[in-house]
């Protein structure tokens, strides 16, 4: 019996000690490192070995320069392609993307866009490894790779591959390819962690410059705002903070504070969006986005019938706009105000219920143990707002996507608007209905501090910490479990030598090549390029694989910008509303960044040049803080009070004529102060005059080289 116990002990302990491995981050420091390949591709592990064999050659018949090394995953049984491009082709890449590189200062320095024909004039091009980051680099790969189109009909698992489509986006689309991904480089994923994620940071400033070169653009930008809109927050804590003190003295005081308070949001909001405005100009200037052409890309996505380009004269998908319009009407609209309509009725019925309850404690009706159950819809209330804050994320996505909308930035935009339409009655509706026609002030405090205190922090441990032991535990245990794949590896024999002879076919006839006076070796050596199937020890991109995806921005900056609603509308209820957000988007910062350096896949980056529509709508939510905060003082009956003389009608014809005043206001204000700072405007004119003057130069140059030879001919 303590033989059987002993070996029980065991057992767990081991188990216990694999995931105290998996949370104390080992597996990643331990993991075997791959720098050999940007991008990683993966298919299920079900999947059947002649379509691993046709992918093979597809990407070696349609992309003669792509670099292929293959590997088998232990953990979950499936094969790996380990992608790149040599670096002729990644130079090609880059002028298609239009990215912007530094020019030569006797060029005339500064930045402008890549071209592929005009390699002299770029500073460090003749360096592969540093040229390009690595974010940069796997954004060419995956245009690249989806990029490559099929140039003859065929039938594969009985699946159509039509000419001109996307090899990749018709594999993702019928489960052909699990998923394709780009992979860290953990020096310095690492190297971000210490200085950026781990709590002895918390009060330091972000290292920017890093988070951009290693994320990309839009990563970086929303940081940027996070940081900035969590600094400018100070303000409204600290006179949040003094109006708190003071008030509940007297009726006449707690009148004045309100006016205060409510005139001192509108400002401060305002400030905050011209001054973020004028930054994200700055920061689009330094990172070389500000003049970046919006163009019109299809998304990766995209689906439609195959029909020529009049402007192209190629085959792309073609999707009609009465389909979407039809789709619109019938399918996302219904579905929008059903959802709205349900959760609006979920919500007063609690509202109701907690009344019911409230009266019958207070007529006695209620046993005293019974007075728990006030707590009752407190939590249905958190309950059904935190399910239904799932739901209708999940469905703006399905419809956003089910539209298909050809350019990214309208997909974006239609998003947002859906999700913050949701949102608006999911987190608003219940504060504003106890504010309007409940009137019960004690009920409403009670309500904005669980929404401020518990609601905030929780959302932080169910986004970092929770995810985190999921997915850590998760690879514990499939690590265990790993050592069954040997047996069917085994079957798959025939497979392994079939993917062995394909690629050491296809590296004999690999010769190298140069670009201008770049010389570089892009053959493979054979550790590369044999599949390793020999060995059980774990890969970096393994644990990656493992890991959930990257889910946006669009959940981290909805749930900001309902918290600057907050703060708006109802911190003259409430003043310590921006206290609590400050305290909250201090853990923000941190959580966000565990999230993407701890938990989730690399993402693909992006280059943007600002923050896209939320920044319109906070806009537009100033002047809703201004007609809600109004109503707010004639329904506390503040202006009836300080002119106890003055007719009702009187009283909503002087607010009435305040609110279109300060709206007025707010609009000159706005319009009067140029978006882009005047030193941009200046550098930027520097700029162009001596990228003018070198090219000048250059034309004289050339033109006396001309005319000296014309002479030495002539002679």
């Not at 296809?506 to 044999?530: A, C, G, H, M, P």
Request: hydrophobic fraction near 45%; glycine fraction near 2%.
């Amino acid at each position: 019996m303590s033989e059987q116990f002993t070996n029980v002990k065991s057992v767990f302990r081991k188990r216990f000690s694999n995931l105290s491995l998996a949370i104390t981050n080992r597996l990643w420091l331990n993991a075997d490192t791959n720098y050999e390949c940007d991008v990683l591709l993966t298919f299920p592990a079900r999947i059947d070995d002649h379509v691993i064999i046709w992918f093979l050659e597809k990407f070696i018949q349609l992309q003669p320069d792509i670099r292929i090394s293959i590997k088998y995953h232990f953990t979950t049984g499936v094969y790996g392609f380990y992608l790149t491009f040599i670096y002729e082709r990644i130079l090609k890449g880059a002028d298609t993307l239009q990215l912007e590189k530094p020019i030569k200062q006797e060029f005339g320095g500064g930045y402008r866009i890549f071209l592929f024909d005009e390699l002299e004039f770029y500073e460090g091009v003749e360096d592969e490894e540093n040229f390009f980051s690595t974010q940069e680099r796997q954004s060419i790969v995956f245009h690249l790779l989806y990029s490559i189109r099929i140039i003859e009909n065929e039938i594969i698992n009985g699946i159509k591959f039509k000419i001109d489509q996307s090899l990749i986006q018709r594999g993702l689309e019928k489960k052909l390819i699990r998923q394709v991904i780009p992979l860290h480089n953990k020096e310095q994923l690492n190297r971000l962690r210490e200085t950026w994620v781990w709590p002895k940071n918390i009060f330091k400033s972000q290292p920017i410059e890093n988070i951009r070169q290693y994320f990309g653009v839009k990563i970086a930008l929303y940081f940027c705002w996070l940081s900035f809109y969590t600094k400018a927050l100070c303000l409204p804590a600290l006179y949040g903070i003094f109006i708190w003190y003071y008030s509940g003295q007297s009726q006449e005081l707690d009148d004045k504070l309100f006016i205060i308070n409510s005139l001192l949001n509108i400002i401060w909001a305002t400030g905050f969006l011209i001054c973020w405005r004028r930054r994200q100009a700055e920061l689009a200037y330094q990172w070389n986005t500000l003049d970046m052409e919006q163009l019109e890309e299809t998304r990766a996505t995209y689906k439609g019938t195959l029909r020529r380009s009049p402007v192209t004269n190629k085959y792309e998908p073609y999707y009609p706009a009465w389909k979407r319009l039809l789709f619109r009407l019938c399918v996302t609209i219904p579905m929008l105000i059903i959802n709205l309509v349900l959760v609006s009725v979920c919500i007063l019925i609690i509202i109701r219920f907690q009344s019911w309850i409230d009266r019958q404690l207070k007529a006695g009706r209620l046993p005293s143990l019974m007075s728990l159950t006030e707590l009752l819809p407190k939590i249905l209330l958190a309950l059904v707002t935190t399910v239904f804050d799932d739901v209708y994320k999940r469905v703006c996505r399905w419809l956003t996507d089910r539209e298909n909308y050809r350019e990214q930035r309208v997909h974006d935009n239609q998003m947002i608007a859906k999700m913050f339409a949701c949102a608006c009655v999911n987190s608003y509706l219940s504060v504003f209905y106890i504010a309007f026609f409940t009137h019960k002030h004690v009920r409403l405090s009670d309500q904005l501090i669980t929404i401020f205190v518990i609601k905030q922090f929780w959302d932080h441990i169910k986004e970092a910490i929770i995810p985190y032991i999921v997915s850590n535990t998760r690879l514990s245990v499939l690590i265990q479990l790993s050592k069954k794949e040997q047996a069917r590896y085994a079957e798959r024999k025939d497979l392994n030598t079939q993917l062995k002879v394909i690629l050491d076919q296809w590296n004999n006839l690999k010769q190298t090549k140069n670009v201008d006076e770049i010389s570089t070796n892009y053959s493979f050596n054979s550790r590369d390029s044999i599949p390793s199937f020999e060995t059980l020890s774990l890969s970096q991109a393994e644990i990656e694989c493992l890991q959930p995806k990257w889910p946006d921005l669009y959940e981290d900056y909805l749930e900001l910008v309902i918290q600057f609603g907050y703060i708006i509308f109802l911190s003259t209820l409430f003043p310590l509303a921006a206290f609590f957000s400050l305290l909250s988007n201090i853990i923000e910062i941190r959580a966000d960044a565990f999230k993407l350096c701890m938990i989730c896949q690399r993402p693909f980056s992006q280059r943007v040049k600002d923050i896209g529509h939320w920044q319109k709508i906070m806009e537009h939510m100033v002047i809703a803080a201004i007609i809600v905060n109004c109503i707010f003082c004639s329904i506390r009956g503040v202006f009836r009070r300080m002119l106890p003389d003055l007719p009702f009608a009187a009283e909503i014809f002087l607010l009435v004529c305040i609110e279109h005043f300060l709206i007025i206001i707010c609009k000159i204000i706005r319009s009067s102060i140029e978006n882009i700072p005047y030193w941009v405007r200046v550098e930027k004119a520097k700029m162009e005059y001596h990228r003018r003057e070198a090219l000048t130069k250059l034309e004289c140059n050339a033109l006396h080289l001309k005319e000296n030879h014309a002479q030495a001919n002539a002679i």
